[in-house]
């Protein structure tokens, strides 16, 4: 059983940088594909970025390609999401998930683990 924590949402104006952090507790995150996942009020669940188990692949969405990274540091057991020039249809609550050795998946669905979100607000 893997236990994750989302931290470092906020509010940021448009333009502006936010790093999220996933911690995770329980089992070593080092075996799990890692993603993020957002959600904005009354639309479905969206992928932002994977990582795989090892760090070596990464795939984003074309919303967010070019402005948002997404990293891990497996010695400290945590997966970041580096925000830059972000844009007030950012705005969401952003969850982080895990797949034991999964594929990089875009699909919620597919993802065993989820933390509780954090909310990030970007105004105009």
């Known amino acids: 059983q893997v236990q994750l924590v989302e931290t470092g949402g906020g509010l940021v104006q448009a333009g502006g940088s936010l790093r999220l952090s996933c911690a995770a507790s329980?089992?070593?995150?080092?075996?799990?594909?890692t993603a993020w996942f957002r959600q904005a009020p009354g639309k479905e669940r969206e992928f932002v970025a994977v990582?795989?188990?090892?760090?070596?692949?990464?795939k984003y969405p074309d919303s967010v390609k070019g402005r948002f990274t997404i990293s891990r540091d497996n010695a400290k057991n945590m997966v970041y999401l580096q925000m830059s020039s972000l844009r007030p249809e950012d705005t969401a609550v952003y969850y982080c998930?895990?797949?034991?050795?999964?594929?990089?998946?875009?699909?919620?669905?597919?993802?065993?683990?989820w933390g509780q979100g954090t909310q990030v607000t970007v105004s105009s």
């Open positions: 329980g089992r070593t995150l080092s075996s799990y594909t």
């Open positions: 998930a895990a797949n034991l050795y999964g594929l990089l998946s875009t699909t919620p669905g597919t993802y065993d683990y």
């Open positions: 990582i795989s188990w090892n760090g070596g692949y990464t």
